[in-house]
């Protein structure tokens, strides 16, 4: 008989999970304890804008006309114990209050509320990030709590997808890292993911802590990476160099590679920033701090872009302070294809300058409710061309590919000002510039 899956946790991970194991062909039940997600799912809407996700559900979700009917929604623990042979959780780690460390209360929460439910034969696996060492620490606490005792196993089964692109990349994982302690669990993975390991996709078996450790090292790595050519754009711009230039350079060397090399205003979310401290924080637990102390640098070297930025903003509307000014800021969202506002550079950045005095005004294709909700007092426009009405300085700071197709004479029109600054460093120069527009970029001091 087919494996029947749960995930518990629907946010942008656990919802395009659920959706995705349906779309597998597997009979799915997802919970979480946020009504307002279960309500969304259960009417075929995507709780968050995920590019493809609302299709997926429309196709899959139970009492959707046409729909497949395999996947199903509940907030009853009971019901998810006694559904599911293999039970996926994929709740939030957030960053800890005024800490580095990361917050092990939700899954904690999460995996003993399953297992006071779970009277038979079930196998949990974690996909959150989490410390390493926490995976070790769950299973006993799981094999106390659950009543079915040795028949309920632990795995640990970190994910790799980027958001906007979230769909694809659960369909179509790149690798498949398990942390497996028995050939059960790994013969149950396996089949699992039998669609991508028949496509070709690696899939590496490992021990507890490494699997826990291979999803940590992999966003650390790609922080470094950014923070690396950022800390080469400050040079550049000591220098009179281009970061562009010099990344293009950089990576035609096949080892370097080109991607994640893209100077700007760094990097954010609810992943990146918050796991290279909670890594930090645990090492120092381990008493292999000094391992990571590079770590504290990549952090450093990012949020130090966002404040180069406002003094860029600040330097455009004169210099001395952002009283009086209109600042257009195109972006909210911390990537494009996402309206996922948590940490992001782009509203931080207007966060600052509005603390400052500047009059914000703020446009973000998907991100305006999100951006609403965290920043309630910046001004938000319906529109790129609203936002830069009577700007004084227009800011590009998430790079949506709507803001590329701009037509900078029509924005020149109502622009009070005409300097645009690039935080991302995609705009094309030459079309702002034809058009009358003082155009600058991070890192680029002579672009
Ligand atoms: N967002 C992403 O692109 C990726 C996230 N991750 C990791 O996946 C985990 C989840 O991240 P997101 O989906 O972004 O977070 P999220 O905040 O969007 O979703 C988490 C969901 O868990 C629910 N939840 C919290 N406590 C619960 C409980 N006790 N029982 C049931 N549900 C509960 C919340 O209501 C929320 O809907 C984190 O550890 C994150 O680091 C890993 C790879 C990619
Ligand atoms: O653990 C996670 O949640 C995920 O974190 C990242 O995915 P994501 O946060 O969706 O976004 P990225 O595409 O990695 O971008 C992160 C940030 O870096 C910035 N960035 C990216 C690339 C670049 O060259 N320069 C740059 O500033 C982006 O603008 C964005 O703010 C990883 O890429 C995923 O593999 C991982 O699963």
Same mark, same amino acid.
């Given at each position: 008989?087919?494996?029947?899956?749960?995930?518990?946790?629907?946010?942008?991970?656990?919802?395009?999970?659920?959706?995705?194991?349906?779309?597998?062909?597997?009979?799915?039940?997802?919970?979480?304890?946020?009504?307002?997600?279960?309500?969304?799912?259960?009417?075929?809407?995507?709780?968050?804008?995920?590019?493809?996700?609302?299709?997926?559900?429309?196709?899959?979700?139970?009492?959707?006309?046409?729909?497949?009917?395999?996947?199903?929604?509940?907030?009853?623990?009971?019901?998810?114990?006694?559904?599911?042979?293999?039970?996926?959780?994929?709740?939030?780690?957030?960053?800890?209050?005024?800490?580095?460390?990361?917050?092990?209360?939700?899954?904690?929460?999460?995996?003993?509320?399953?297992?006071?439910?779970?009277?038979?034969?079930?196998?949990?696996?974690?996909?959150?990030?989490?410390?390493?060492?926490?995976?070790?620490?769950?299973?006993?606490?799981?094999?106390?709590?659950?009543?079915?005792? @040795? &028949?309920?196993?632990?795995?640990?089964?970190?994910? %790799? /997808? $980027? =958001?906007?692109?979230? +769909?694809?990349?659960?369909?179509?994982?790149?690798?498949?890292?398990?942390?497996?302690?028995?050939?059960?669990?790994?013969?149950?993975?396996?089949?699992?993911?039998?669609?991508?390991?028949?496509?070709?996709?690696?899939?590496?078996?490992?021990?507890?802590?490494?699997?826990?450790?291979?999803?940590?090292?992999?966003?650390?790595?790609?922080?470094?990476?950014?923070?690396?050519?950022?800390?080469?754009?400050?040079?550049?711009?000591?220098?009179?160099?281009?970061?562009?230039?010099?990344?293009?350079?950089?990576?035609?060397?096949?080892?370097?590679?080109?991607?994640?090399?893209?100077?700007?205003?760094?990097?954010?979310?609810?992943?990146?920033?918050?796991?290279?401290?909670?890594?930090?924080?645990?090492? @120092? &637990?381990?008493?292999?701090?000094?391992?990571?102390? %590079? /770590? $504290? =640098?990549?952090?450093? +070297?990012?949020?130090?872009?966002?404040?180069?930025?406002?003094?860029?903003?600040?330097?455009?509307?004169?210099?001395?302070?952002?009283?009086?000014?209109?600042?257009?800021?195109?972006?909210?969202?911390?990537?494009?294809?996402?309206?996922?506002?948590?940490?992001?550079?782009?509203?931080?950045?207007?966060?600052?300058?509005?603390?400052?005095?500047?009059?914000?005004?703020?446009?973000?294709?998907?991100?305006?409710?999100?951006?609403?909700?965290?920043?309630?007092?910046?001004?938000?426009?319906?529109?790129?061309?609203?936002?830069?009405?009577?700007?004084?300085?227009?800011?590009?700071?998430?790079?949506?590919?709507?803001?590329?197709?701009?037509?900078?004479?029509?924005?020149?029109?109502?622009?009070?000002?005409?300097?645009?600054?690039?935080?991302?460093?995609?705009?094309?120069?030459?079309?702002?510039?034809?058009?009358?527009?003082?155009?600058?970029?991070?890192?680029?001091?002579?672009?």
């Amino acid at each position: 008989m087919a494996l029947k899956i749960t995930v518990i946790g629907t946010g942008y991970l656990g919802a395009t999970h659920a959706a995705a194991m349906a779309e597998l062909g597997f009979e799915v039940l997802a919970l979480d304890v946020a009504k307002e997600k279960i309500d969304a799912l259960r009417a075929g809407r995507a709780p968050m804008y995920e590019p493809g996700l609302e299709e997926l559900l429309r196709r899959h979700v139970s009492g959707i006309e046409g729909s497949s009917g395999r996947l199903r929604v509940t907030m009853d623990w009971a019901e998810i114990a006694d559904f599911g042979d293999v039970h996926f959780v994929c709740v939030n780690t957030p960053q800890k209050q005024g800490e580095y460390a990361c917050d092990m209360s939700y899954v904690e929460s999460a995996m003993d509320s399953l297992a006071k439910h779970l009277g038979k034969a079930a196998l949990v696996v974690g996909k959150s990030t989490v410390p390493v060492g926490s995976a070790d620490r769950l299973a006993a606490r799981l094999a106390e709590l659950a009543p079915a005792g @040795g &028949e309920v196993e632990l795995a640990w089964n970190p994910e %790799f /997808l $980027r =958001e906007g692109f979230a +769909v694809e990349d659960t369909l179509h994982p790149d690798r498949i890292v398990v942390g497996v302690r028995s050939e059960r669990a790994e013969r149950l993975l396996r089949e699992v993911y039998a669609s991508p390991i028949a496509e070709g996709t690696p899939f590496v078996v490992a021990d507890f802590a490494t699997a826990e450790l291979v999803k940590t090292s992999a966003n650390s790595f790609l922080a470094t990476k950014i923070s690396f050519i950022n800390a080469m754009a400050e040079v550049c711009e000591a220098a009179g160099g281009d970061v562009a230039t010099l990344a293009e350079a950089l990576g035609h060397d096949e080892r370097i590679g080109r991607k994640f090399l893209r100077a700007g205003i760094g990097f954010g979310g609810g992943c990146l920033p918050k796991d290279i401290r909670a890594f930090m924080a645990r090492a @120092g &637990e381990l008493g292999a701090d000094q391992a990571l102390t %590079f /770590l $504290r =640098e990549v952090d450093s +070297v990012n949020m130090r872009r966002r404040g180069h930025m406002v003094d860029m903003a600040r330097e455009a509307v004169g210099g001395e302070s952002f009283l009086g000014k209109r600042v257009a800021v195109l972006g909210a969202t911390f990537k494009p294809d996402s309206d996922d506002v948590r940490d992001s550079p782009a509203l931080n950045v207007a966060g600052q300058i509005h603390l400052q005095g500047g009059q914000v005004t703020v446009y973000d294709p998907k991100g305006m409710d999100n951006a609403r909700l965290v920043f309630p007092t910046l001004g938000y426009a319906t529109s790129a061309l609203e936002a830069v009405r009577g700007a004084d300085v227009v800011l590009h700071l998430t790079e949506w590919r709507e803001f590329r197709d701009l037509d900078p004479a029509e924005l020149g029109a109502v622009a009070s000002v005409r300097t645009v600054l690039d935080g991302r460093n995609v705009l094309d120069p030459a079309r702002w510039r034809d058009a009358g527009w003082t155009y600058r970029a991070m890192g680029r001091p002579n672009a």
